[in-house]
């Protein structure tokens, strides 16, 4: 049997269009949603990712700034930041990138972001809406698995989902989500004993460990739905010839580019014992950008008590 593609390009393209008509609307009534995007220091996957989501936010319409900081900067100064972009009106959404340099702790940071503008879904404000089934703003990685999922017609209801890792961006906001569309849920993680004895009862398999292709044909039940979380970049001929089976055409990407991106699940085993999956690169990832958008014009919403759009909870 072979997967059928759940292609995150297409679902990305798709909400999209549905946000641009919302955008539309919100600037008939005066509303530019704005959103700030903070990146500090220099990691090179933070700066491409901040990037892509400034640049998203510039084709839809939505007012965005890009605000950069040396790797140096104190605790102090970042919260000094987040306190005026707290307060600046045009600025709906605020988004701190992670990981931050060591001398800064995330919690604190992620603590002062007004929930009102917490696009991220990371403030424990917004956490405690979320567990509690109340209406808030979401994770972003998160939301798009379910908008994937719902979008591709894979019932969630009674299903049973089980989320490999617990991280408090993907493993536990998706976990919960999962459990509000009625999933039976089960989160497990480094320490769990008998990974793929647990993995393989899944009908929807949520991968996000952060370990390159440690899925295996053996962790997946045939046909079941896996989304893969995983961004791992391998950047060896080594590397490639242990996660693929047939490394020919990684091999010659490797050669190409200087290196190939790889999820958590082994590709070819998800492509051949899967019902259904996301690729890596082009699954998941298109719909964290997608739904970082989408925050941020509820977000726009919510502080004018302008109508909501539908939420990913039920
Ligand atoms: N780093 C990795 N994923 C994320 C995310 O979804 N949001 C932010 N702010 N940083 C991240």
Redesign the pocket.
């Known amino acids: 049997m072979t997967g059928r593609i759940l292609d995150g390009n297409k679902i990305r393209d798709e909400i999209k269009a549905e946000l641009a008509d919302q955008i539309r609307d919100l600037k008939s009534v005066g509303v530019t949603p704005g959103l700030a995007a903070v990146l500090v220091g220099e990691n090179p996957a ?1 700066q491409l ?1 901040v990037r892509s989501k400034v640049k998203n936010c510039e084709s839809l319409g939505l007012y965005s700034e890009k605000i950069e900081l040396t790797a140096d900067t104190t605790q102090p100064q970042l919260l000094e930041l987040i306190d005026k972009l707290n307060r600046r009106d045009e600025i709906d959404g605020i ?5 931050l340099p060591p001398q800064i702790d995330s919690k604190v940071i992620l603590g002062a972001v007004s929930p009102a503008k917490d696009v ?1 879904g990371f403030h424990p404000v917004n956490v405690g809406q979320l567990v509690s089934g109340r209406p808030g703003l979401v ?3 998160p939301a798009g698995i379910i908008e994937i999922l719902v979008r591709s017609q894979i019932p969630i209801k009674g299903a049973r989902a089980v989320v490999m890792g617990r991280s408090d ?1 993907v493993g536990k906001p998706v976990a919960m989500l999962l459990l509000h569309n009625h999933a039976t849920v089960t989160i497990c993680h480094s320490r769990t004993r008998d990974l793929p004895l647990v993995a393989s009862e899944a009908d929807i398999l949520v991968a996000a460990m952060g370990k390159a292709a440690l899925v295996t044909g053996d962790f997946i039940k045939p046909g079941a739905t896996v989304i893969d979380v995983g961004q791992n970049v391998l950047k060896t001929e080594e590397e490639v010839r242990r996660v693929f089976h047939d490394p020919t055409l990684p091999l010659q990407h490797l050669a190409a580019k200087g290196s190939v991106l790889v999820g958590d699940v082994q590709p070819e085993d998800m492509k051949e014992k899967s019902g259904a999956y996301t690729p890596v690169p082009g699954g998941v990832g298109p719909l ?1 950008i997608a739904m970082l958008m989408a925050n941020t014009v509820q977000a726009a919403r919510l502080r004018r008590g302008l109508r909501t759009a539908a939420a990913s909870q039920p």
């Not at 988004?95 to 990981?99: A, I």
């Open positions: 933070s990712y988004l701190v990138q992670l990981p991220d994770p972003c990685t961006i964290t």
